[in-house]
């Protein structure tokens, strides 16, 4: 218990850094300020979702657990974890994410027509560091100068 009560001590006292630091170094800019917390903005709607998380008792709470949360949005995350369901899935091969960015370089890695291939297997990629980076892997006993050229010829 006296760990725990180490614990949390410390992590208050970095709350109040990090609240100070912001407080004179980003000083709030726009129309509506946040009275709780430091949040400003220019954007009514901004503010009135920020609003939210200052909720004593937030508005969603998951059906299959005790996790709750202040947008609607955030709910369908968590309970995809409960049912493994993806937002994005790839209708080329079984790889799926919920993450935006993982999703686009994955397609990248199927609409590259003229992506970088390697030739001494059927690896290919969108750029000449993640093929290099294969070399190294996959042929390290071959020249990695030499076999790069012969790749990106």
Do not use: W
Not at 22 to 32: Q, W
Not at 84 to 113: A, L, P, V
Not at 119 to 126: A, D, E, K, P
């Amino acid at each position: 218990m006296k760990l725990l009560s180490c614990v949390m001590m410390a992590l208050i006292s970095l709350s109040d850094a990090i609240h100070r630091h912001i407080e004179h170094n980003h000083p709030m800019t726009g129309k509506y300020r946040c009275p709780h917390c430091f949040y400003a903005t220019d954007h009514k709607l901004g503010y009135d979702i920020h609003k939210v998380v200052h909720v004593s008792s937030p508005p969603f709470q998951c059906p299959r657990c005790s996790f709750q949360c202040s947008l609607d949005i955030q709910l369908n995350k968590h309970i995809n974890l409960h049912t493994g369901d993806r937002q994005f899935k790839c209708q080329k091969c079984s790889y799926s994410t919920d993450h935006t960015m993982n999703y686009r370089r994955h397609m990248e890695r199927h609409t590259q027509i003229d992506g970088m291939k390697c030739v001494r297997c059927n690896y290919s990629c969108v750029n000449a560091y993640q093929l290099e980076k294969h070399l190294r892997r996959s042929h390290p006993d071959e020249d990695i100068s030499t076999l790069l050229s012969q790749c990106l010829k």
